[in-house]
């Protein structure tokens, strides 16, 4: 089985900073790619930004110049280095993988969530 872990949400004033990491774990025969998604209650969950297996990255326009997505193939962790943070990026913020796993299916999988909270 597959499980993606996330952590570093938490409780940050307006202008503060977060690093989110995300790890998965179990049966991988390869990853392809990784990405954050966030949504706020009520509302459709939202891509924030992805990383590929070779590094290419891509961001939703709301978070470009203040959101950095990285990642550690070795280790298969995605990181999401959150900057100049606003109240409008109060949201569950989740993690998502595409990969092949043991039993060379290929599919998506999500994680729990981590919740982050900006006050103003």
């Known amino acids: 089985q597959v499980t993606l872990v996330e952590s570093g949400g938490g409780l940050v004033q307006a202008g503060g900073s977060l690093r989110l990491s995300c790890a998965a774990s179990?049966?991988?025969?390869?990853?392809?790619?990784m990405n954050w998604y966030r949504q706020v209650a009520g509302k459709q969950r939202e891509f924030v930004a992805g990383?590929?297996?070779?590094?290419?990255?891509d961001y939703a326009d709301s978070v470009k110049g203040r959101f950095t997505i990285s990642g550690d193939n070795a280790k298969n962790t995605v990181y999401l280095q959150i900057n100049s943070l606003k109240p409008e990026d109060t949201a569950v913020y989740y993690c998502?993988?595409?990969?092949?796993?043991?039993?060379?299916?290929?599919?998506?999988?999500w994680g729990q969530g981590t919740q982050v909270t900006v006050s103003s």
């Open positions: 998502n993988a595409d990969l092949t796993n043991g039993l060379k299916y290929r599919r998506q999988y």
């Open positions: 179990g049966s991988i025969i390869r990853i392809y790619a």
């Open positions: 990383i590929d297996s070779g590094g290419s990255t």
